[in-house]
């Protein structure tokens, strides 16, 4: 499923969700969500706030962390907490193409990978364990080489 596939979906999923929990749509709830799902990568509700307000300048942080919270309850983001504390988001994988993540410690850069071997042995480290995996979270933490892009030597 491509980027513009999982918007597509996402759109459709959140509206499903507001129509069972009875929500209605708002135009700044709107502008916040067009504003996610165009993005593209790891956004935190500041930068999902500076995004939003190019759009209608009248929306507030509150406001930001609301719809990211509907967001998140009816799966259409993924919350992510790094090593660095904050609360990023990414469009989820709606059950396909899951990804894991490399962060750089220095400049904070997040890359996304996909590896069929590393999910194999996952797999089979938990079945020897006697353990039936529902999710997982694999994330590596380094820095840039061979320097890193907004701290180098």
């Not at 307000?53 to 799966?75: C, E, H, N």
């Not at 750089?104 to 850069?109: A, E, F, I, L, S």
């Not at 979270?137 to 820095?143: A, F, L, N, T, V």
Request: proline share 2%.
């Amino acid at each position: 499923m491509n980027q513009d596939e999982r918007r597509l979906r996402g759109r459709h999923v959140l509206a499903e969700y507001m129509t069972r929990h009875g929500k209605r749509n708002t135009r700044q709830r709107d502008v916040i969500v067009d504003a996610f799902l165009d993005a593209e990568g790891h956004l935190t509700l500041n930068e999902l706030l500076a995004l939003a307000q190019t759009g209608d300048p009248g929306i507030g942080f509150a406001t930001v962390y609301r719809t990211m919270k509907m967001l998140s309850d009816a799966g259409v983001a993924d919350e992510r907490r790094f090593d660095e504390g904050q609360t990023r988001y990414e469009l989820a994988d709606f059950g396909h193409d899951h990804h894991d993540h490399i962060i750089c410690t220095r400049c904070g850069k997040i890359i996304e990978f996909e590896d069929d071997e590393i999910e194999r042995l996952q797999a089979a480290i938990a079945e020897r364990f006697g353990i039936r995996v529902t999710h997982h979270r694999h994330e590596i933490y380094g820095e840039c080489m061979p320097d890193c892009e907004s701290h180098p030597e």
